[in-house]
């Protein structure tokens, strides 16, 4: 199985901040990559799919970027409501595989 | 607009069968281009996929390594729905059960339910 490996575990950062999340895959998962958006209490919501393209209805604050191996979740002008748990998966093979994820606090 | 609903017990003893069942709404269980999966979540072991079925002129299913042998996952296109079954259970399959669909076009998890708790207690 392809290991999806976050760092940090979690972070702290304040309004209007920008915040650099990363996902790292144990292999080159191409750019079958998406990151996955879970407010407390809530089911993971899909935010970027194909590593860099959004998802309908997510704000253009949200960006995604990467191939092979190493891939980065953007937030620029962090806002109260992206309080939440990120979530990368690799769709390159089955079984999908998920990171442990990156919580951000505001 | 696609509305997954999971409904089970939330209350499973040891060694007995943790059976749930999703409902689809919006799209159809036979749809050729999805697959409908299991996935759960614990502190211990974050988000895991368990296993998908789904239909491409016949039907497939897959399933993690990790609970392939005890798993059943099965469509039920009478009230378009799917079921996963887990026998065995231990307190180590505690967790929040979603359901999600596996969109074949971006191949992402586009839909998903608002899970369900099972606990796994005597």
């Known amino acids: 199985d392809i290991q999806m490996t976050q760092s940090p575990s979690s972070l702290s950062a304040s309004v209007g901040d920008r915040v650099t999340l990363t996902c790292r895959a144990s292999?080159?998962?191409?750019?079958?990559l998406n990151w996955y958006q879970q407010k407390p209490g809530k089911a993971p919501s899909l935010l970027i799919y194909?590593?860099?393209s959004l998802q309908s209805g997510v704000p253009s604050r949200f960006s995604g970027s990467g191939s092979g191996t190493d891939f980065t979740l953007t937030i620029n002008n962090l806002q109260p409501e992206d309080l939440a748990t990120y979530h990368c998966?690799?769709?390159?093979?089955?079984?999908?595989?998920f990171g442990q994820g990156t919580k951000v606090e505001i | 607009q696609v509305q997954l609903q999971e409904s089970g017990p939330g209350l499973v003893k040891p060694s007995q069968t943790l059976s749930l069942t999703c409902a689809i709404s919006?799209?159809?269980?036979?749809?050729?281009?999805?697959?409908w999966n299991w996935i759960r979540q614990s502190p211990s072991r974050g988000l895991e996929w368990l296993g998908r079925t789904y239909y491409r002129s016949k039907w497939y299913d897959d399933y993690a390594v990790s609970v392939k042998s005890r798993t059943t996952i099965n469509p039920d296109t009478s009230k378009n729905q799917f079921s996963l079954q887990l026998n065995s259970v231990t307190p180590e399959d505690t967790a929040v059960y979603y359901c999600?669909?596996?969109?074949?076009?971006?191949?992402?998890?586009?839909?998903w339910g608002q899970g369900i708790l099972v606990t796994v207690s005597s």
């Open positions: 292999q080159s998962v191409r750019t079958d």
């Open positions: 998966q690799q769709s390159y093979e089955t079984p999908r595989t």
């Open positions: 194909d590593a860099s």
């Open positions: 919006g799209d159809s269980v036979s749809s050729n281009s999805a697959a």
């Open positions: 999600a669909r596996d969109s074949a076009v971006t191949a992402t998890f586009d839909y």
